[in-house]
């Protein structure tokens, strides 16, 4: 059965230092998402991607988030200057239009 | 704005004890209503859906039913396993493309 991979599945980095996470979708997928939890609460949306743009955000994706579909298999999450409370599991999605989102694994952010 | 309510966890049942979570939704429209499960160490998974009223969602002898009225989504399982033990997402989006709305999760531990 395919599936969303994600990687790393965890990654430890200092304040301040920049990460990409890294997510691979189902293969014909068209919308693909990015999703938080920070340890013990609720999961949040961070932002949805359709047609290589952005087609929603959620307050808390600011300007230190960007997104990028870089080569037509994956997707990536970028933060330019972490902080403390990035920290959390970060989850990536896709979605053949009309049918449930599929998500991955995760990946454990640490910041230090 | 849309959101979901669940009960607070966790909850602690013996083997074969009957399950209820409950969960409520307020939404502008009509969503689609999911639960997800989250099993230790492993990302999110669908377990049932139902995208109209009336609606009964089931998988792995887990039922939910939309019942608009009440603007309810409740989780049942006559007789719960110790294999069931995990965190329980109940979530809503408006539309099959759309962000997903989680509630805060119930964490279920099951006793031998």
């Known amino acids: 059965e395919p599936e969303v991979t994600q990687t790393p599945s965890h990654q430890v980095t200092q304040m301040g230092q920049e990460v990409i996470l890294r997510c691979v979708p189902i293969?014909?997928?068209?919308?693909f998402y990015w999703y938080r939890q920070i340890l013990g609460q609720k999961v949040e949306f961070l932002v949805s991607?359709?047609?290589?743009?952005?087609?929603?955000k959620s307050e808390i994706f600011d300007d230190q988030f960007s997104v990028e579909r870089p080569d037509g298999s994956n997707f990536t999450l970028k933060i330019r200057s972490t902080k403390l409370e990035d920290s959390a599991m970060y989850f990536c999605?896709?979605?053949?239009?009309?049918?449930?989102?599929?998500f991955g694994p995760g990946t454990r952010l640490t910041v230090t | 704005g849309d959101s979901v309510t669940q009960m607070e966890g966790p909850v602690t049942l013996s083997e074969e004890a009957f399950l209820t979570i409950n969960c409520t939704y307020t939404?502008?429209?009509?969503?689609?209503l999911f639960w997800y499960v989250q099993y230790p160490g492993e990302g999110l998974q669908l377990l049932l859906k139902?995208?109209?009223?009336?609606d009964k969602g089931s998988n792995k002898g887990f039922e939910a039913t939309y019942r608009k009225e009440t603007t309810s989504f409740h989780l049942e399982k006559g007789s719960v396993q110790v294999s069931d033990s995990a965190v329980y997402f109940c979530?809503?989006?408006?539309?099959?493309?759309?962000?997903?709305?989680f509630g805060k999760g119930t964490r279920l531990h099951i006793l031998p």
């Open positions: 991607f359709y047609n290589n743009e952005i087609s929603e």
């Open positions: 999605a896709s979605i053949l239009a009309e049918h449930e989102q599929y």
């Open positions: 293969s014909n997928h068209l919308y």
């Open positions: 139902a995208t109209k009223a009336d």
């Open positions: 979530a809503l989006t408006m539309n099959r493309d759309d962000k997903i709305i």
């Open positions: 939404a502008t429209g009509y969503p689609s």
